[in-house]
């Protein structure tokens, strides 16, 4: 069963960076070492063009992907080129050094990526409706309290298994508008999108729990993605990650987002 669920935990780390692109990289692709990266003075990642609040072309509002990038080049002492993938745009075609927001798991990359340190805890949340009965997990749900829920998602087939009321979407977005009308109890999406609906829309009454921390298959870290790296690359990069962490940088930027920055 575990090879499915990492599978899946990749296929939703990448679908927040695509959002619907479809994204192959070719492995046989160049990709630069540290030394390349510096006689270049560059360093690429691939982002979406409109994956709030991931990532963005808005200048104010480029989403915590392309900022933590940025200040992952800047501490590298390099700028950021940004490689936009768009739905009927392969990101083979294109030569990205770094991707965010990789599960961080080798076992479902198959030699793809080399990865950073974590830098987030990432997975489903349990969003709630203005006026719902705080818990802490899913299993405090009681009978007749639906939930949104993503077609196909893990997140459904758990609430199901588990007795609970659930009604599917096909979109976040259109689960949490009909959260805030009334007409659910509660949510499950993406933390991120959850957090950030709720930092967009204070009057909402909406709260965010992590309330499938218990499950392993809708909790998980993620981490750089390093394409085809040298181990000299990966080792800079996570030098730098941990100076962003230990100095606020990264909880700072989710911040702007609505989102906690926490480390299981």
């Not at 976040?172 to 829309?201: F, P, R």
Request: aromatic share 8%; glycine share 8%.
């Amino acid at each position: 069963m575990r090879k499915p669920i990492l599978k899946w935990r990749a296929r939703f780390a990448l679908a927040a960076l695509c959002a619907g692109a479809v994204f192959a990289f070719a492995t046989d692709a160049s990709a630069r070492t540290l030394a390349e990266v510096k006689a270049l003075n560059t360093i690429t990642m691939c982002a979406n063009a409109e994956a709030l609040p991931y990532s963005s072309k808005n200048p104010d509002l480029p989403g915590f992907q392309l900022e933590i990038g940025r200040a992952l080049a800047d501490g590298l002492g390099l700028s950021l080129n940004v490689e936009w993938i768009l739905g009927r745009r392969r990101a083979n075609v294109v030569n990205c050094d770094m991707m965010l927001d990789v599960t961080n798991d080798p076992e479902v990359h198959e030699g793809k990526f080399k990865l950073s340190h974590p830098y987030q805890t990432s997975g489903v949340a349990l969003a709630l409706g203005k006026g719902a009965t705080p818990i802490s997990d899913f299993k405090e749900l009681q009978k007749g309290q639906k939930i949104g829920v993503m077609v196909g998602s893990f997140a459904s087939m758990v609430l199901g298994k588990a007795g609970k009321s659930t009604s599917p979407y096909a979109f976040q977005t259109d689960m949490l508008d009909d959260l805030v009308k009334g007409e659910l109890y509660g949510a499950a999406a993406s933390s991120a999108s959850v957090s950030y609906y709720i930092n967009q829309h204070p009057d909402s009454g909406l709260t965010v729990v992590h309330g499938f921390d218990t499950e392993p298959q809708l909790k998980w870290e993620v981490a750089v993605g390093l394409r085809n790296a040298d181990q000299a690359l990966v080792d800079a990069v996570n030098q730098v990650l941990d100076k962003l962490l230990a100095d606020g940088t990264i909880k700072a930027i989710y911040a702007k987002y609505g989102i906690e920055q926490r480390l299981r």
